[in-house]
């Protein structure tokens, strides 16, 4: 499975962005994909998973009620809706998929893209 993650830029406080994450390749053995995200001189963290049948959703408490992740299987793409951004969102933003589970910390995933990057400013 590859995965393709686009969508980053720089906005202010307040602002959105929408993430996408393309796969391609054997996307059938996906269970589920999920965004990470690194700021400098921190530990990649948690931000949302999505159960790629459908269904279940998963969300980082810090970003519970502004981020929202869906998925487009037509697409095979995943997407992150980032609204009421703050300067503590900004980070490396990275997608992966889980072949076997829906996984909450990066230990649980298979398959990363390249990270894009979100900067937000006060």
């Known amino acids: 499975v590859q995965l393709q993650a686009f969508g980053g830029g720089s906005v202010q406080a307040g602002g959105s962005l929408r993430l996408s994450c393309a796969a391609s390749?054997?996307?059938?053995?996906?269970?589920?994909m999920g965004w990470f995200r690194q700021a400098p001189r921190k530990e990649r963290e948690f931000v949302a998973a999505?159960?790629?049948?459908?269904?279940?959703?998963y969300y980082a408490d810090s970003v519970k009620g502004r981020f929202t992740i869906s998925r487009d299987n037509a697409k095979n793409t995943v997407y992150l809706q980032m609204n009421s951004l703050k300067p503590e969102d900004t980070a490396l933003y990275y997608c992966?998929?889980?072949?076997?589970?829906?996984?909450?910390?990066?230990?649980?995933?298979?398959?990363w893209g390249q990270g894009t990057l979100v900067t937000v400013s006060s």
């Open positions: 390749g054997r996307t059938f053995s996906m269970y589920a």
């Open positions: 992966a998929a889980s072949n076997v589970a829906l996984p909450t910390t990066p230990l649980g995933y298979d398959y």
């Open positions: 999505v159960r790629w049948g459908g269904g279940s959703t």
